[in-house]
């Protein structure tokens, strides 16, 4: 069993697009009442978009099974208010509950939610609750940076998140800490903002105590952790000099890796430096990078490759990162996966 | 000969931080007219800061030679304005210029630019002159982000940067793209904002022709050059899929690396991915990380000591990441070391 912890909704039918331009389009307009609407899509437009493509990939590459959540880049936070971010968030995860129910042995849903820049979390957590719930979701994305680059609403550590951490341990679900679109001219998306990100969240979470708070709280920190496990030393020598506990003991319970790293020689590190029991499979594939790599004459994308070649990765801890962690980190997986 | 191209003077006499700090204290009363005044260190007091810390752990580790530059965290560009910028580089750059007129033998200086936010940087041109022209320096730090962590500065690639950069050209020094303190919560300074400010410059760096514009304009990203390496596959992934050149073509005569990468694994990838061609020994020593690693017994920062023990690393590559390929990029180099 392989289990890509990483998947998103990039080839959703282009009405989905056309609701969001329509709803961005609507927002310059004056004494036009933000509305929800209705979204036409078939479940054949839906079968059309994944079979020659996630699935077609899953079949090709041998992974099995995709955490699948709507596109990061389209959540776009920083546009319109609370209210175009939960129609919008509604619409995508509906969708993402129509894939998993069309395609119950390939898919896990996994949720966005209706954040946007300076409104409290707390308006989170009824949708939430109802992608769990109501949809059977097993996690959350949770954007660090609503803004979409302007970091300008409190760090991760901050106890303004803390109503959303309670309901999220309460429902037993992990988040992955994605951000979305950069509306910075400073950051490209996927090639700054998302790795800066990762960085920017695991750092906040060294110099704060916030899994004595939540025990049980897990975070899955994507793109192979950002810029962390390049910079482990760093990390464990400032967490050292600031008087902190070792990262293991810190951190460790609590925030895991994926394995969105796109040549060998990073996944090869990322294996040595991080322990098995903190790295999650995952490709992002369909995502932020869609070529050939001419070095290898395969994906760029295609992880399972890169692990595969790593001849001195013990059996066991293949199988931890392939699959055994996932029950550990989304508790609410095996339910799910009994219930297939 | 071995040449450590990233060293901050993070130990300077006390009597720098008070002029400081009394700098700041001005800014807030109200009449007080900006004044750049005089600042009172003794030789005696200098050689004080470096023998016990600087200059001792060159003669510990076996390096001959640090390019020095004012402390980076210290730069802090979002405080005040262009003057209170003019006034502290002024400062900070005389007493760089008195370390490397005490010790010729062992230090080359690189000069602080008097960023501010907003300004465009043709401010930095007179400043720049002066170090080089009158004060021997062979490069500067370029602040990608003078706000300090709220990046709404244009990006490098922008014709905002021009004039600095043509300047930079004439003289013949190249820049280290370095950020400095953050004064974003969200950001820790050297954890995230540091290692997100090269990932950031590296990836502005890939989207724009800023070095058909300036072919032999030359960059140092610091930090290992962030998440880069690490990702190096995502890099040209993507910057295949933008129809861009191959990195090596796009890039790799203008931008070089250094080596300031905390643990062994993190500097095995860098001198795996990178080319090297592209990278400088640098340590940054008494600077983000000044413990000794228990699972070591070393300083973190000791690079020499991870590249040293790199056995398949061939002969003439290990001499141009030590002292080699300085000469290259900072044209000056040879000419200042003649002189000594």
Redesign the interface.
């Known amino acids: 069993m392989i289990i890509d912890c990483h998947g998103h909704y990039t080839t959703a039918p282009k009405a989905l697009e056309a609701w969001r331009k329509q709803q961005i389009d609507d927002l310059g307009k004056p004494g036009r009442a933000p509305s929800k609407g209705a979204l036409k899509i078939s479940d054949d437009e839906i079968r059309a978009s994944l079979e020659g493509a996630q699935l077609r990939i899953q079949g090709e590459r041998g992974t099995d099974l995709t955490i699948f959540s709507p596109r990061a880049m389209g959540m776009s936070h920083h546009i319109g208010n609370e209210t175009t971010s939960r129609h919008w968030s509604e619409h995508c995860n509906d969708l993402i509950h129509r894939v998993c129910t069309l395609y119950p042995a390939n898919f896990v849903g996994v949720c966005q939610l209706p954040q946007s820049p300076g409104v409290r979390p707390d308006n989170c957590i009824p949708e939430l609750e109802r992608c769990v719930k109501e949809l059977g979701f097993i996690g959350c994305n949770l954007n660090?940076?609503p803004t979409g680059?302007?970091?300008?609403?409190?760090?991760l550590t901050d106890k303004w998140w803390y109503p959303l951490y309670e309901k999220m341990v309460a429902l037993d679900v992990p988040a992955m800490i994605h951000v979305s679109a950069s509306c910075?001219?400073?950051?490209?998306g996927?090639?700054?903002h998302y790795?800066?990100g990762d960085?920017?969240a695991f750092?906040?979470l060294?110099?704060a105590d916030l899994f004595k708070d939540f025990p049980t709280l897990k975070f899955i920190i994507p793109?192979?952790g950002?810029?962390v496990?390049?910079?482990?030393?760093?990390?464990?020598?400032?967490a050292?000099?600031m008087g902190r506990p070792p990262l293991k003991e810190l951190l460790l319970n609590n925030v895991f890796f994926d394995t969105c790293?796109?040549?060998?020689?990073?996944i090869?590190?990322l294996l040595?430096?991080i322990p098995a029991d903190n790295i999650l499979f995952a490709s992002e594939m369909v995502g932020?990078?869609?070529?050939i790599?001419p070095e290898t004459g395969h994906y760029?994308?295609d992880t399972k490759r890169y692990i595969d070649s790593i001849e001195w990765l013990p059996a066991p801890d293949r199988e931890k990162i392939y699959h055994r962690n996932v029950a550990k980190v989304y508790g609410r997986f095996a339910a799910r996966a009994a219930k297939r």
Do not use: C, S
């Open positions: 660090p940076d680059g302007y970091w300008t609403d409190p760090p910075n001219p400073n950051f490209h996927t090639g700054a790795i800066n960085t920017t750092m906040q060294i110099t793109h192979g950002g810029a496990p390049y910079h482990w030393g760093r990390y464990r020598g400032i050292q000099d790293v796109y040549h060998r020689p990073g090869e590190l040595k430096v932020a990078v869609r070529g790599d760029y994308d």
